[in-house]
């Protein structure tokens, strides 16, 4: 189902597939056994997609909440600007937590949230992102389970937004200009 609007496919489906059980097989090896179930936190609405895939490819005992920020607009460049829209449903204290985002792009959103968690007092914090846009970074940022880097270009689907749309896609692909 290759849309007229998209260009190129960045990440198939099959890639998809592949990339989702490698990190579900990393992130499971990582923890192996946790005195209490690893919290994974998705950061909404980019996320969640690849958090259904994710967790089902993670062999240990967890438990799921999530988190909404303030996000663009509908437009395409970042803000940097990060805000709590709807929070988590329990306390991440003492907790092991893996933070899990769609997309790392300039940094700025990761970095905050990775800040804001931190000052919750987890018992661990890692993160995981199933993009990765290394040029278009401007702020250092944690990544301990990484999924494909992609070039510096807008891309949508499999939970990637342009003005809310083309989430749905089982792909990852770059829109053609408007
Ligand atoms: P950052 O703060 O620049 O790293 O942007 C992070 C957020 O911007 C991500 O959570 C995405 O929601 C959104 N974003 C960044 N790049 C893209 C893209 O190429 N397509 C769709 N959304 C993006
Ligand atoms: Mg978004």
């Known amino acids: 189902m290759q849309l007229d609007e998209i260009t190129k496919i960045l990440v198939s489906e099959d890639e998809v597939t592949k990339t989702v059980k490698r ?8 923890y192996g056994q946790l005195e209490r179930e690893l919290m994974v936190i998705g950061l909404l609405k980019g996320s969640f997609i690849f958090m259904a895939d994710l967790v089902r490819q993670i062999r240990i005992p967890l438990v799921v909440d999530f988190l909404t920020l303030s996000s663009y607009g509908d437009g395409t460049v970042s803000s940097g600007d990060v805000k709590v829209v709807m929070d988590l449903d329990s306390s991440i204290e003492g907790r092991d937590v893996l933070l899990v985002e769609d997309i790392v792009d300039t940094g700025r959103t ?7 968690m931190r000052n919750r007092n987890p018992r661990t914090l890692s ?14 940022t944690q990544i301990d389970f990484c999924g494909v880097d992609i070039p510096d270009e807008f891309a949508v689907g499999y939970g990637l937004d342009y003005a ?8 990852v692909g770059v829109l053609k200009p408007a």
Do not use: S, W
Request: proline share 5%.
């Open 110 to 116: 990761f970095c905050k949230v990775i800040r804001m």
């Open 23 to 30: 990190l579900g097989a990393e992130i499971t090896a990582h």
């Open 164 to 171: 809310q749309n083309y989430r749905h896609l089982p792909y």
């Open 127 to 140: 993160t995981c992102t199933f993009l990765n846009k290394p040029a278009a970074r401007m702020v250092d």
